[in-house]
């Protein structure tokens, strides 16, 4: 049983904050590249954040850069997206991914995960 389940989402006012988490279970993920996606209704699907294996490097999108952080606990095999300063652009469904493979820098490609949480909406009010 590989499972991914994400939590946090919801609605919050601009300026405001949440904290995404995605728990796996059914195997461990401690090697595994873990990235956030996001999807608005009619976009394509972008990451925008992607973590390594042992939280050494990290990479952000510049339109989340210096106001999301990307974090695991692989001891917990979780991870967490922290949003502060949210602006009503962000408004999307967030999805974890997973993936092997060794680091690179970039935005994370939909086509290299093939582990997915279910999503969670967030959506942000002007």
């Known amino acids: 049983q590989v499972q991914f389940v994400e939590s946090g989402g919801g609605l919050v006012q601009s300026g405001g904050s949440l904290r995404l988490s995605c728990v796996s279970s059914g195997f461990t993920w401690d090697h595994f590249r873990v990235a956030w996606f996001r999807q608005a209704p009619g976009k394509e699907r972008e990451g925008i954040s992607c973590?390594?294996?042992?939280?050494?490097?990290?990479y952000y999108t510049d339109s989340v850069k210096g106001r999301f952080t990307i974090t695991r606990d692989n001891s917990k095999n979780t991870a967490y997206l922290q949003m502060n300063s949210l602006k009503p652009e962000d408004t999307a469904v967030y999805y974890c991914a997973a993936a092997p493979g060794n680091w690179y820098e970039g935005p994370p490609s939909r086509f290299e995960f093939d582990y997915w949480g279910q999503g969670t909406q967030v959506s942000v009010s002007s």
């Open positions: 973590i390594s294996g042992n939280s050494g490097r990290t």
